[in-house]
């Protein structure tokens, strides 16, 4: 029986190279629209847009995503948002604004986290 030689050292020591993935850096966060009412919510993130009607969550992901459009109620108090999903359903989440000056607060802010996410609409 012939002897094999040992096996050559790993390339770096023990403990050293790339952290495991939950300690490595994460990317910032980016930003985010939230609007909150008595009843409702509407969140639009990184990660979609949420909207939340007396406890119920509904999570539409980006890729689910097909548009989304925003205006204010007929009476001028609440944001509406509507999302319309790929496969063509739309769905509505509407949030009244207190004080009312606050509806003016949000469309801009909506626009540009929008914009920050879906450029081409």
């Not at 739309?90 to 004080?99: F, G, H, K, M, N």
Request: charged share 15%.
């Amino acid at each position: 029986m012939t002897e094999q030689p040992p096996p050559p050292p790993p390339s770096t020591p023990p403990g050293f190279g790339p952290p495991p993935p939950q300690y490595a850096p994460q990317q910032p966060a980016g930003p985010d629209f939230t609007a909150v009412d008595k009843h409702n919510a509407i969140v639009v993130d990184a990660a979609g847009v949420a909207f939340e009607m007396y406890d119920i969550t509904v999570d539409f992901p980006w890729p689910e995503i097909r548009s989304v459009h925003y205006k204010p109620s007929p009476n001028g108090k609440a944001l509406m948002v509507a999302v319309v999903h790929v496969d063509g359903q739309v769905y509505e989440c509407v949030v009244t604004a207190r004080p009312k000056d606050r509806l003016q607060s949000w469309f801009p802010q909506l626009a540009w986290v929008l914009g920050h996410y879906r450029p081409t609409g």
